[in-house]
């Protein structure tokens, strides 16, 4: 990556902290940004915290989607940062009013030391607390000095009615109508004056208590939520990920009101039960959250059709994602019908859903009764371990969302000839859309790959494509990376080690766990195999596509 000119100069500047305060002062607001950045590049904590707490813009975005290569920032980076943004808040000169920190979130234990979702998570919360009590702080000091104010306009006012009373004692008995008088007539110029600013003050104190227990009561919702907007002075929006163990500080954090207000753009649950993930989407503001992604918690059918009337008040949720939440219709529940009705009934409700993912939910058969009930087309639609019959696959190569699919994973769903013809014309139906594509673990030999190539070929929009785990052959392979070189918007090829890297032993048509487990031969070296699919590439002209076998570390989302 060349950086440039500005680059250079801003990573230069901000690598001495001794010299901050000569430059500080003299920065203009449009350096601001190219300062940060070399702040995070070059992991300076110090020149972070000092330019968020003079931040000079009222939006500060930090996080978003990252290059290839680029590391998320480092975990005492970002601790700078909020505590720098918490430290700006008693500054009524501090300009900032929302911080974006949207995909900021790194890998927990990646390269540089990122903080990851949960740490994140908790970080904020924290902050939030935290500012809340150093504004209640604040707000008793300023209720100090007021009453000390206060109590010194009444020691004047008391001194001041001494005064008059020892001059009404000594003035003679002849004047002392006229000296009535004129005492009336001096307290209503000067102490009655006081006494009405004194008593003006404690009116409109007890018109703030009689309006907060107004509030309090019954029919005081809006003046609340007025109240409480006025008391935000940062909106902070983020990515939250809860688990069983950050709940707990999560809706705390939520429920409370002050300077600090949180705002979630995608909810990350795990291990949860219901009724927690039910107070979250309760605390939640219902403007701004954009999906859900529930792992691991024990849903149910029954679980899911509770939250989904829940999930239809939020007007922008576009992304559903559910992994291994126990949704299992392989087995004769009593009340599964119902509940199943009640789950297709849930998710017409969802206006706005473009993306849906089911991650081993064991539905099979069932896929027509949960995809035609949304009322817009998908984009998005990842069915992995969904142990798919052939009419679940009929009917999507036939449904209303073939057309629209830009993203779409099979992975580990079974194909042989029966389905092919399906997968065949969802593809077709897909051709000009679909970008990404996942088909691993899905059984393919070189001759359903064979018969499959022709609908691949013609996904002429389509960026990577993964193939992983399939019992493929040197020669079947060979045939997939030329059709992969005669397709000009593939950028990536996620593809399975043929069968002869693999050590003698292994069945004749293995599974994907059992390819997933065997050991690679050692005596066949596995460069021979790069080498000659390179050759491929260099023959075709296209150094732009990207092939590997390593499925652990393959990315879809690096493809601009």
């Not at 993930?277 to 899911?304: E, F, H, K, M, W």
């Amino acid at each position: 990556m060349v950086l440039s000119l500005l680059s250079i100069c801003a990573r230069e500047v901000v690598s001495d902290h001794s010299a901050s305060p000569c430059w500080l002062r003299w920065v203009p607001r449009e350096l601001y940004r190219p300062l940060l950045e070399a702040a995070f590049a070059g992991c300076r904590p110090l020149a972070v915290g000092e330019l968020v707490q003079r931040w000079p813009e009222r939006t500060l975005r930090v996080g978003g989607r990252r290059k290839q290569g680029q590391t998320a920032p480092n975990r005492l980076c970002i601790q700078a940062l909020l505590l720098a943004v918490v430290r700006g808040l008693s500054d009524q000169r501090y300009a900032l009013q929302v911080l974006d920190l949207c995909g900021l979130q790194g890998d927990e234990g990646g390269m540089g030391d990122p903080m990851g979702g949960w740490s994140l998570t908790v970080a904020l919360c924290t902050m939030a607390v935290q500012a809340r009590a150093g504004a209640q702080r604040a707000k008793r000091r300023e209720g100090e000095r007021e009453r000390k104010r206060f109590s010194a306009l009444e020691r004047e006012k008391d001194v001041k009615r001494e005064r008059g009373q020892w001059k009404r004692g000594k003035a003679p008995n002849g004047d002392g109508e006229s000296t009535d008088n004129k005492d009336l007539g001096w307290k209503s110029c000067g102490v009655l004056s006081e006494e009405e600013v004194i008593k003006g003050v404690r009116r409109r104190m007890e018109m703030e208590r009689k309006r907060e227990s107004a509030v309090a009561g019954s029919g005081g919702s809006m003046k609340e939520t007025e109240s409480v907007n006025s008391d935000v002075l940062v909106h902070v929006r983020a990515d939250l990920f809860v688990n069983a163990r950050s709940w707990e500080r999560v809706r705390v954090a939520l429920n409370t009101t002050g300077p600090l207000k949180l705002q979630c753009r995608y909810l990350r649950v795990e291990e949860i039960s219901v009724s927690s993930i039910r107070t979250l989407l309760d605390l939640l503001p219902r403007q701004g959250l954009l999906g859900i992604d529930v792992r691991y918690s024990n849903l149910g059918v029954a679980g899911l059709a509770e939250l989904l009337p829940l999930l239809s008040t939020f007007p922008a949720l576009n992304s559903l994602r559910l992994h291994y939440c126990n949704l299992d219709f392989r087995r004769d529940h009593p009340g599964q019908e119902e509940a199943l009705r009640d789950l297709s009934q849930g998710l017409t409700t969802l206006q706005e859903l473009r993306r849906l993912s089911l991650t081993a939910l064991r539905l099979p058969g069932q896929l027509r009764v949960l995809l035609s009930s949304l009322p817009q087309p998908l984009e998005i639609l990842e069915l992995p371990y969904l142990s798919l019959s052939p009419a679940d696959l009929a009917y999507l190569s036939c449904s209303h969302h073939a057309s629209t699919l830009q993203q779409l994973d099979l992975s580990e769903n079974h194909v042989d000839e029966t389905t092919l013809p399906s997968i065949r014309r969802l593809l077709s139906q897909a051709s000009s859309s679909l970008q990404h594509l996942s088909l691993s673990g899905c059984g393919l030999t070189d001759g359903l790959l064979g018969l499959l190539l022709p609908s691949l070929g013609g996904c002429w929009a389509l960026k990577s494509l993964a193939l992983a785990l399939n019992p493929l052959s040197m020669a079947g392979l060979m045939d997939l990376v030329r059709m992969a070189v005669r397709m000009p918007s593939l950028r990536h090829l996620l593809y399975p080690n043929p069968l002869e890297d693999y050590q003698p032993g292994l069945p004749d048509l293995p599974s994907s766990a059992q390819l997933l487990d065997w050991p690679l031969d050692e005596a066949t070296d596995i460069n021979t195999t790069s080498s000659q699919l390179k050759r491929v590439l260099i023959d075709g002209g296209r150094s732009d596509l990207f092939l590997t076998c390593d499925l652990l570390n393959y990315d879809k989302d690096l493809v601009d």
